[in-house]
């Protein structure tokens, strides 16, 4: 046995981890279910590090030193489960199973527990940066046994990427902690881009900007609050110019897609009861986008309304849209950073809500200057309730408000949809009401159900007698 650790799958994430892994001085062993793939590997990395090459998983695993640590790089889901199969009899008690996956962090929970019978470690490890990451030094999330982590985490701690000299890796909890936390980075990103899609559409529609003047703004707002990862290639895909002579943007079929974890977030959100409302929002607007026939149906029945709209003050629409854009990312963070701790808590899991915002800070699809800040408000205070309410998150928030209502009212007179936008807004305005028609809502289900209500004076369970003259109250 030669290789401290295994890649099982060599597709491009698989294939990209397991340089980074040789590029970082790990003897790694290699194998895929097709043997090509680990030759071409080898025939044009093999000089980056140490390839243990095996065409069967039995040869595969006989490289692997013990305790064997064996990443599964392989399509969420039946995949997953075939090849965990097929390792299964190969290990033996000790040995770590590292699905790097986007698994369901159910899935996680359920292969885990049915393997630590077995003496066998499953970690579920959430992966983030996409093939560069994964080359240069993604952002690592492993859930699992804290056992495990000790072999895993020298590996992945220098794999992952730095920030100020701290990797973006750490434990994150047991059993499915990881997967979940990174199903939970996912929806975070799903509403980052839905934010960032918003405002561009406003700004080209506000300014009759053509994409190439927006990436311009957006190449500016990178260089302030909002710098991120995400706003530097909105940029860079803006002034992407077609062969065709036109701007890129406006080439590509405007139906987005989706591969799930954005529904699964939203999914465990209702399970958990936190209201994710700007994932969600964000989840739905790619759905809607993909009803073409319902959108051509309407389109024909309603035709547009935005066209003819122009802002009178660009510059301050523009600081407008920056500011809208900066207090919804906040809000999508915030509920984000709930659900976690609502997962945390309803599944055991005690995930450290700074440490998470600390390994975002690199590597990640969302990493951003902002996540810092994250770490810091929950680093002064660990039972801050949400995160609107530290002080720079609700400075900021604050000094936003006025810049946030009017772009949504704009976006609503000139009927450009703007849903993220205009439902953060709103979840912020009911956070922080001080009455709630939820009341009204109480009441309504008690007349028609007598599903009981509480009251603001008094402990207990109460109902009214609707149906009696005299509309008595009585205790439930
Ligand atoms: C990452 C990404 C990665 C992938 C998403 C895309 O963190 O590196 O999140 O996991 O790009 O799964 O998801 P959709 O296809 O659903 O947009």
Redo the contacts with the bound molecule.
């Keep these: 046995a030669t290789a401290q650790i295994g890649v099982t799958g060599l597709a491009v994430m698989g294939r990209n981890l397991a340089r980074n892994l040789a590029r970082n001085g790990f003897a790694v062993a290699v194998h895929n279910r097709s043997p090509e793939r680990t030759r071409s590997l080898v025939a044009e990395h093999g000089d980056e590090g140490r390839f243990v090459p095996a065409e069967s998983l039995a040869d595969f695993v006989a490289a692997l030193e013990r305790p064997r640590a064996v990443i599964v790089m392989v399509k969420a889901g039946g995949p997953t489960d075939a090849v965990i199969d097929e390792l299964v009899p190969l290990l033996d008690a000790g040995d770590i199973i590292v699905d790097c996956g986007?698994a369901h962090f159910a899935d996680t929970r359920r292969r885990e527990e049915a393997l630590r019978k077995q003496g066998l470690h499953v970690v579920g490890t959430g992966v983030?940066?996409?093939e560069e990451?994964a080359l240069r030094g993604p952002s690592i999330m492993p859930g699992g046994s804290a056992e495990s982590y000790r072999k895993l985490g020298p590996i992945f701690e220098k794999i992952a990427a730095q920030v100020d000299g701290v990797p973006c890796c750490r434990h994150i909890g047991p059993d499915g902690a990881g997967h979940f936390v990174k199903m939970v980075?996912?929806g975070i990103?799903y509403a980052d881009m839905q934010l960032i899609a918003e405002a561009y559409d406003l700004l080209r529609a506000g300014l009759g900007a053509e994409p190439a003047e927006i990436a311009d703004i957006f190449r500016e707002w990178n260089s302030g609050e909002l710098e991120s990862f995400l706003i530097e290639i909105t940029a860079d895909v803006l002034a992407h110019g077609d062969a065709t002579g036109r701007a890129f943007v406006d080439v590509v079929l405007d139906q987005a897609?989706?591969?799930?974890?954005?529904r699964w977030t939203v999914q465990s959100a209702l399970d958990l009861g936190i209201p994710i409302t700007g994932i969600a929002e964000a989840t739905f607007a790619r759905s809607l986008s993909g009803h073409a026939g319902q959108r051509e149906a309407a389109r024909r029945a309603f035709p547009a309304a935005g066209a003819t709209w122009r802002v009178d003050d660009r510059e301050t629409f523009v600081e407008d849209v920056r500011r809208a854009l900066l207090a919804s990312k906040i809000v999508a963070y915030a509920q984000g950073f709930d659900q976690i701790r609502a997962g945390s808590r309803e599944y055991d899991w005690d995930i450290d809500l700074g440490g998470t915002a600390t390994i975002w800070r690199g590597g990640?699809?969302i990493r951003a200057r902002f996540l810092d800040r994250i770490r810091q408000a929950y680093d002064d205070q660990p039972d801050l309730p949400t995160l609107l309410v530290a002080p720079w998150f609700a400075d900021t928030v604050r000094d936003g408000v006025p810049s946030w209502r009017r772009v949504v009212a704009e976006a609503a007179r000139a009927g450009v949809p703007a849903p993220a936008f205009s439902s953060s807004l709103s979840y912020f305005d009911a956070l922080r009401a001080d009455r709630l028609p939820a009341a009204l809502i109480q009441g309504l289900r008690d007349n028609f159900g007598a599903h009981t209500y509480r009251r603001v004076d008094r402990d207990g369970s109460f109902h009214t007698l609707w149906a009696t003259a005299d509309r008595r109250e009585v205790e439930a």
């Design positions: 986007n983030s940066g996409g990451g980075h996912n990103e897609e989706q591969k799930g974890t954005g990640c699809i």
